[in-house]
């Protein structure tokens, strides 16, 4: 019967690279509330942002340990493709963490990022590096449904302020690119074993929520919005709404547990060369007004 659960080892597109690239992004007159004029989106985001410095070390640790056992030239790519990328995540995310400590939330981001460290110690420390690397594929599940909603209705891009916006867009395409990395590494380790790869899903969520939860009420705290109805629940309506990233992501994770998923059934690689097309003329825009 678990035969019947495993997931093949399809592995990336070969029309897709994975290739790192520093932005160094510099941030400046960034509003408050960057996304769509909307404080609980926008702080919902920025928490997400405090967990990534420390989260992609961990994500590139957990590949970087069983990276031996790639089997051909493509793969071995990939996997150094992947490092290299999430490396680069955790400094553009830093400089952005950096930005909004030194714009008001500075017991907030400091704050935020320290729970997010010990919160993972707690992982390196509890849990075999099969299990880590099976929370990496979880968690780069749940990244690039995320990347999905972002990328996939121009008009989601549209509602981040133009200062960051970029930063957003170029992490979303890239978290596409690399989506299988770790799965397929998963999937070799554990020779395709659905319940190493399914039963870290649900706690590891769990995690992520719950520290979205209490940051965002931070950041909202900060704001004294916490205590505002009608702000939290227009916020939350626009998460919950169609086209939101709640009714986005919940339907596309539940397709984790589905014996025989593999990350590229949803196949987007068409797409990824006009994101990395309209990234390219964004940036040469801002450097262009930066000049
Ligand atoms: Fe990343
Ligand atoms: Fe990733």
Not at 68 to 72: G, K, L, R, V
Not at 160 to 164: A, F, K, Q, T, Y
Not at 254 to 267: E, I, L, N, R, T
């Given at each position: 019967m678990w035969n019947l659960l495993r997931s093949t080892i399809?592995?990336?597109?070969?029309?897709?690279s994975i290739i790192p690239q520093r932005m160094n992004f510099d941030f400046k007159?960034?509003?408050?509330?960057?996304?769509?004029?909307?404080p609980v989106q926008t702080h919902l985001m920025n928490a997400l942002s405090l967990t990534f410095p420390d989260g992609e070390r961990f994500f590139v640790d957990s590949v970087r340990h069983f990276r031996?056992?790639?089997?051909?030239k493509k793969q071995q790519q990939e996997i150094s493709g992947f490092i290299g990328q999430e490396a680069m995540h955790s400094l553009e995310h830093d400089t952005f963490n950096k930005m909004l400590a030194a714009t008001g939330y500075k017991e907030e981001a400091e704050g935020g990022q320290n729970l997010a460290q010990k919160i993972i110690a707690g992982g390196r420390k509890r849990l075999s590096h099969k299990e880590q690397l099976a929370a990496t594929a979880a968690l780069e599940h749940i990244t690039a449904i995320m990347a999905q909603w972002l990328l996939s209705d121009p008009s989601v891009l549209e509602k981040?302020?133009?200062?960051?916006r970029q930063l957003w867009f170029w992490h979303a395409i890239e978290e596409t690119e690399h989506k299988a990395v770790a799965f397929d590494l998963l999937q070799q380790v554990t020779d395709g074993d659905y319940l190493t790869r399914v039963r870290v899903m649900a706690p590891a969520t769990w995690f992520l929520m719950l520290y979205c939860f209490v940051y965002t009420g931070a950041f909202l705290k900060k704001d004294g919005l916490h205590n505002k109805p009608l702000v939290i629940a227009k916020g939350l309506w626009q998460l919950a709404k169609p086209g939101g990233l709640f009714a986005s992501v919940v339907p596309a994770w539940?397709?984790?547990?589905?014996?025989?998923?593999?990350?590229?059934?949803?196949?987007d690689s068409a797409e990824i060369s006009q994101w990395r097309a309209s990234l390219t003329e964004a940036m040469a825009t801002l450097q262009a007004e930066a000049a």
């Open positions: 399809k592995s990336t597109p070969g029309t897709v007159n960034t509003p408050k509330h960057w996304f769509d004029n909307e031996n056992i790639a089997t051909s981040i302020d133009p200062s960051v539940f397709q984790y547990f589905k014996p025989g998923f593999h990350p590229w059934d949803d196949d």
